[in-house]
């Protein structure tokens, strides 16, 4: 067909009957379950009565709750599948927020959907489906096609919120992979009858402009529905009008095919696809830390189960690890893990995150346990054990007591590690004595019971190093270089770095590279803003970015809290109305970053506390970790997603910011700000505000950052690694 026949031909439509279903939002996950059960029962029932009715349902988790809780409807579910007739399309385990997760998380995703869908159906799902998330990571092109699945169809950003996007397009991700992909017009879902024909019409001329076959949705959704009697009855009567042979009952998979059959061109777009809501990088931050962690502590545990399995001949853990990312998997759908459901829904999402990290320590632990009692750690010369004498440290003397510390990483690392209690020395594999400091511990047991001895692990890549802990004096360390710091506190600097600190300011104002002799910032540095969004919803709708502030964290106090020659350590006592922060800079002796540690006690109510970095970087754009890759960003003051970390750099070096929980920032005219924490009402959509409303955050958290500056750029600095590291501490 030639274009010009092709632009008078009037477009298919292809009818999808759909349920998007929240599994928890409005609504708890027990209320999602029931809901399932019933929707599918109903879709069911509708495919008996309407024999060219065709129904579609993403998400293995549901099916998986349909066939372990009712057998009998899954057995006919599993019927109408092997007709054709019920579609199941995502081939993963739900929709989950397609930002936040990692890209690991991204991969179970379709692992664990996948294999469910080929081991119950006999099929693997070739088209992706994400109809309510809101934004798109700019690599997911590759990993769904890794995936096995070479189309991708999506809602948000909608036609308001990226107009230029057309509705057909490949989308291609930085590596070049390319899948076919839909935008839907109008809605995923359309339940009321009288509007039907306008709605098919809009979409139908959507089509006439695009020169392209059109998919329109209608059922209820949300809490679960589907297609009703009223709506199939209502398509009925429109295909036996005239014209009514182009509206076809269809799939997203029958129509992706009919697409590529047609041929003709299709553009191509290289980009992420966001973003609808820019409040859900940062809302909830409870969620957002434990999702990370859990995360890296089922890689971790993966692993080392692995070497133990292959090692000793042990059966691998691969069932129960599988449970619990399912359960990770699971809080990632897109309303629990971007933030913006009810208070219990975190209640919920909380108890089963822990419940996984509870899982993975379990099998993490037997791991590495099974890994250190098979070294040998007796030597030649070992002497009578005396509990009683030695206490926590009693053992073998004078080689010590053996620690050993493993790096779930598959690279080298090298880290701070602290051993428990008050040591005279550290040696290392080869007997050598290493530096150690001692540093304040979580324990509070007497004057003197409270201090834990820092020192710094070289560890192998996915290995273990053996370190050897002694209490006598003759075995002390006698290093007596410290890093250099200023009694009041108003400078800190190793061989990379000078931190500068005004006192009257109450924050650091200088980030100096003494390898280069260059400043990197140019203004106070990590101060915590205060920035209103009382015309905020819980999801930010509607808006570009946040720049209301209406004051800052000011500094009561500036205090030395250690200093030695692995680490000195500044504390800032800071205070904004009733809410207050505790800023810990930290300078490592052996590395250029600077790390934050903060803790928040935060009380505000309809408030943003986001910390700014003024930079002194002539770059023309921001280099972002997103789901297994990168992409790079305009200076455009928007707010937007990121990972593990942020880059600005120019061509002689650059700053990375490296976090451990947070994903939102935003840069404008230089100035770097990292989003932290939001305290909109749960779930609130412009709703009545009263006095009944619950507000987010409300209480104590702890975050830490990495300001890391560096010479050329990202890559050559090495931020990926160092990020990774910062996010996945050492096993001891």
């Not at 890209?103 to 995703?109: D, L, P, T, V």
């Not at 933030?339 to 791991?367: F, H, Q």
Request: hydrophobic fraction near 40%.
């Amino acid at each position: 067909m030639t274009p010009a026949e092709q632009a008078d031909k009037s477009p298919v439509i292809h009818l999808i009957g759909n349920a998007h279903i929240d599994p928890a939002w409005l609504w708890r996950w027990t209320d999602g379950f029931s809901e399932v059960k019933a929707t599918f029962q109903a879709a069911v029932d509708r495919l008996e009565e309407y024999p060219d009715f065709i129904f579609t349902c993403a998400g293995a988790c549901y099916y998986h709750w349909v066939e372990q809780n009712c057998p009998e409807l899954f057995q006919e579910i599993s019927h109408y599948v092997s007709e054709g007739r019920w579609v199941p399309v995502n081939g993963w385990w739900l929709q989950p927020d397609c930002n936040i997760p990692c890209g690991e998380s991204f991969a179970r995703h379709a692992f664990y959907g996948q294999r469910y869908f080929l081991e119950r159906f006999g099929m693997i799902c070739d088209t992706g489906y994400n109809v309510d998330s809101f934004g798109h990571s700019g690599m997911l092109p590759q990993i769904l096609l890794l995936s096995c699945l070479k189309n991708y169809v999506f809602m948000r950003p909608s036609d308001m919120e990226k107009p230029d996007l057309p509705h057909v397009f490949y989308w291609q991700s930085r590596d070049g992979s390319q899948v076919l992909t839909y935008k839907i017009p109008l809605s995923y879902g359309h339940k009321d009858v009288n509007l039907i024909p306008e709605k098919i019409a809009a979409v139908a001329a959507t089509g006439k402009h695009e020169g392209k076959d059109m998919m329109f949705f209608y059922g209820v959704g949300n809490h679960g529905g589907g297609p009703t009697i009223a709506l199939l009855n209502k398509i009925r009567s429109m295909q036996q009008q005239p014209g009514g042979k182009s509206f076809v009952f269809s799939s997203p998979t029958r129509y992706m095919a009919s697409i590529r059959e047609q041929g003709g061109p299709i553009p191509v777009v290289e980009d992420d696809l966001q973003h609808h809501a820019i409040g859900c990088y940062s809302a909830m931050l409870a969620i957002k830390k434990a999702n990370r962690r859990a995360e890296q502590r089922l890689l971790a545990a993966e692993r080392f189960d692995t070497l133990t399995s292959i090692l000793f001949q042990t059966l691998p853990q691969t069932a129960l690890l599988g449970q619990a990312w399912q359960s990770v998997l699971f809080n990632q759908f897109h309303d629990i893990l971007a933030g913006c459901s009810i208070r219990t829904v975190y209640d919920d999402a909380l108890e089963r995150v822990g419940g996984a990290l509870s899982m993975a320590g379990d099998i993490l632990n037997n791991a590495v346990q099974k890994i250190s009692w098979a070294i040998d750690t007796s030597g030649a010369d070992p002497l009578p054990r005396s509990k009683e004498e030695d206490g926590q440290y009693w053992g073998l003397q004078p080689k010590g007591t053996p620690l050993v510390v493993f790096n779930p990483l598959p690279f080298p690392v090298v880290l701070p590690v602290e051993a428990n209690g008050e040591l005279a020395g550290i040696t290392d594999h080869k007997g050598s004595l290493i530096p150690i400091q001692l540093v304040r511990s979580l324990v509070t047991n007497g004057a003197n019971d409270k201090w834990n001895t820092l020192f710094i692990g070289t560890l192998p890549a996915l290995g273990f190093a053996t370190y050897w802990l002694h209490k006598t004096q003759d075995k002390a360390e006698t290093c007596t270089d410290f890093i250099e710091i200023a009694s009041d506190g108003s400078r800190m600097a190793n061989a990379w770095t000078e931190i500068l600190l005004d006192p009257v300011l109450g924050t650091f104002v200088t980030i100096r590279d003494r390898r280069c002799d260059r400043i990197f910032n140019k203004g106070p540095c990590s101060v915590g803003l205060i920035v209103d969004e009382t015309h905020s919803d819980t999801w930010g709708h509607g808006l570009k970015d946040y720049r209301d502030v209406i004051g800052c964290f000011t500094t009561d106090n500036i205090r030395v809290i250690e200093q030695g020659p692995l680490r000195a350590r500044i504390r800032l006592d800071q205070r904004y109305d009733q809410s207050t922060l505790i800023q810990d800079l930290i300078l490592y002796a052996d590395r250029p970053e600077l790390e934050i540690r903060i803790k928040i006690h935060w009380l505000e109510k309809h408030r943003m506390l986001k910390l700014e970095f003024p930079l002194q970087i002539a770059a023309d754009h921001a280099t972002v970790e997103i789901p297994y890759g990168f992409i790079e960003r305009a200076l455009d003051g928007a707010e937007k997603p990121m990972q593990r970390w942020v880059d600005v750099s120019d061509d002689q070096g650059g700053v990375s910011l490296i976090n451990d929980s947070s994903y939102g920032y935003d840069i404008q005219d230089g100035v770097l700000r990292q989003t932290v924490l939001r305290s909109p009402i749960f779930a609130d959509h412009y709703g009545s505000r009263d006095e009944d409303c619950e507000f987010m955050e409300q209480g104590e958290h702890a975050v830490r950052f990495l300001v890391y500056p560096h010479a050329g750029d990202w890559r050559q600095a090495g931020t990926h690694n160092k990020a990774l590291a910062f996010n996945a501490p050492v096993i001891q």
